[in-house]
C-alpha cells in the first residue's frame, strides 16, 4: 500500500480564497483524522470520521472549515473563506480500528 | 478530555542518552504511544506500550510507564544525530488517541 496520500503538498493562496485539501486513507482503515499543526499551537485534532460518518468536529475552528468523507477512500478539508491566520501544515491520518495511526506526508497551506 | 503534556525542547549531546517526559490525565488509557516527526513528514509511530506493563525495550529505546503518576518516559540510548526530530506522546483514552504537543530533540556533536 503506498499508505495516505494527500494533495497537494503545498498551497499558496490569497486571503479570502477558497482552499481544498484531499487525502485517500489507507485501503481497509475505518477512521480517518485531520490534524493542524503550528509552532503555535502544536498538533491539533480537527474532525476525525468512523466509517465515512464524522464523530467528532469539536476541534474545527469555525464555520469556514468543513470535512467530508463521501466514501471509504477519499476526504476533503475546505477552508472558505481563507485568512493568514488559517496557514500551517495539514495533516490526515488513518487507522484501523481507532489505534495506530497512519500520517500522510502533510500539506503546508500558505495563505498570504 | 485527556490532557497530554510533554516539555517542548531536549537538547542532548551525540553519544549520551536522552530522555523525553509526558504526563497525562486519563487512568483508562489502554495503549500508550511515542510517535516521532522527522522535518517536513508526518509522524510516524516509533514504539507503544500496554498499560499494563511497566517498561518496554526496543534496541536503543526503552520506554517505562509509572501508572500511579501517570508519567510516561521514552530513553533513546547513544543518542545520534539522526535522532534529532519532534517526539509526540499519544494516550489512547477515550478510543481515540490524545496526542501532547511534542518534544523537539536536537542533537549536537
Known amino acids: 500500500d503506498a499508505g495516505v496520500i494527500q494533495s497537494p503538498r503545498h498551497e499558496v493562496t490569497e486571503m479570502g480564497q477558497e482552499v481544498t485539501l484531499r487525502c485517500k486513507p489507507i485501503s481497509g482503515h475505518d477512521y480517518l483524522f485531520w490534524y493542524r499543526q503550528t509552532m503555535m499551537r502544536g498538533l491539533e485534532l480537527l474532525i476525525y470520521f468512523n466509517n465515512n460518518v464524522p464523530i467528532d468536529d469539536s476541534g474545527m475552528p469555525e464555520d469556514r472549515f468543513s470535512a467530508k468523507m463521501p466514501n471509504a477512500s477519499f476526504s476533503t478539508l475546505k477552508i472558505q473563506p481563507s485568512e493568514p491566520r488559517d496557514s500551517a501544515v495539514y495533516f490526515c491520518?488513518?487507522?484501523?480500528?481507532?489505534?495506530?495511526?497512519?500520517f500522510g506526508p502533510g500539506t503546508r497551506l500558505t495563505v498570504l | 478530555g485527556e490532557d497530554v503534556e510533554q516539555s517542548l525542547f531536549l537538547s542532548v549531546r551525540e553519544g549520551d542518552s536522552s530522555v523525553i517526559n509526558c504526563t497525562y490525565t486519563?487512568?483508562?488509557?489502554?495503549?500508550l504511544y511515542w510517535y516521532k516527526q522527522e522535518p517536513g513528514a508526518g509522524l510516524q509511530l516509533l514504539t507503544y506500550i500496554f498499560s499494563n506493563m511497566d517498561m518496554k525495550q526496543d534496541q536503543r529505546l526503552t520506554v517505562l510507564l509509572n501508572k500511579k503518576d501517570k508519567h510516561l518516559s521514552l530513553r533513546i540510548a547513544d543518542t545520534q544525530t539522526g535522532d534529532s526530530a519532534i517526539y509526540f506522546c499519544a494516550v489512547n483514552g477515550s478510543y481515540i488517541p490524545t496526542f501532547g504537543r511534542g518534544t523537539s530533540l536536537i542533537v549536537h556533536p
Open positions: 486519563d487512568s483508562s488509557s489502554t495503549y
Open positions: 491520518a488513518s487507522s484501523r480500528g481507532g489505534d495506530e495511526q497512519f
